[in-house]
């Protein structure tokens, strides 16, 4: 089957770092996505992996890790508009249509 | 670029009645568009993938005569919810790659749509 997992909810402080992890079972693999989505909003893209490593962009980097099955996105000094739900999808190769696979997202509240 | 819109925003209709979703790619082309559906707290979970000109593949679980998907041209994509009913209240996005981004082929998300069944 295809399982995705992140923590539901995670709270940090304004200025600090925050790394949201996401590990992942499916049947193949084509790419990593990273999204963050406000409230009632639609998601926004922020980064993509397809080799492992790191992939920095600004003061998110996101990390990679195939043989593991891992992937974390790591964001630094922390605003408050960070404040939202991060969701990690992987994509699918055998669809032929690049669909996603959405994990569970994580909420991320960040406090004053 | 690759701004994708969506219409309406919002939309409240009776029980029983049928609700037209549209969606749109403004600046480009979309090879495939992907309609999601989202409840409160929860991710995004993939209903159907429409490609141009052909019948949308359904996921597993989603009626395909409930929720009609067609996809005209390469630049809209229209979700009928028909014979609504209050456990169809959620709200629905839709999102498009096109064949230009050819590294990642990112999806690019609409706003969504707020439905809800009285």
């Known amino acids: 089957g295809q399982n995705i997992d992140q923590p539901t909810e995670m709270t940090a402080t304004e200025g600090a770092i925050v790394q949201i992890n996401c590990t992942y079972q499916?049947?193949?693999?084509?790419?990593l996505f990273w999204y963050q989505q406000h409230a009632g909003e639609a998601p926004t893209f922020l980064s993509y992996n397809v080799l492992d490593g790191l992939e920095e962009k600004g003061r998110f980097s996101s990390f990679l890790s195939r043989s593991k099955g891992y992937s974390y996105l790591l964001l630094k000094e922390l605003q408050m508009k960070d404040s939202a739900s991060y969701l990690c999808?992987?994509?699918?190769?055998?669809?032929?249509?690049?669909?996603?696979?959405f994990g569970t997202g994580t909420r991320l509240k960040v406090l004053a | 670029g690759a701004v994708v819109s969506q219409h309406p925003s919002r939309v409240i209709c009776k029980s029983g009645t049928s609700v037209k979703i549209e969606c749109r790619s403004l600046?480009?082309?979309?090879?495939?568009m992907f309609w999601y559906r989202q409840f409160p707290k929860q991710s995004l979970m993939l209903m159907a993938t429409?490609?141009?000109?052909?019948?949308?593949?359904?996921e597993q679980g989603v009626e395909k005569d409930k929720f009609l998907i067609n996809h005209a041209s390469l630049t809209l994509s229209t979700l009928t919810v028909t014979s609504a009913h209050p456990e169809d209240s959620s709200f629905y996005i839709c999102?498009?790659?096109?064949?230009?981004?050819?590294?990642?082929?990112?999806?690019?998300f609409g706003p969504g749509t707020r439905l809800t069944v009285t």
């Open positions: 999808a992987v994509r699918d190769p055998y669809s032929g249509t690049y669909k996603y696979i």
């Open positions: 600046d480009f082309q979309a090879t495939t």
């Open positions: 499916t049947s193949g693999f084509n790419g």
């Open positions: 429409s490609n141009e000109g052909s019948k949308a593949t359904y």
């Open positions: 999102s498009a790659i096109t064949g230009g981004d050819k590294l990642t082929y990112e999806q690019y």
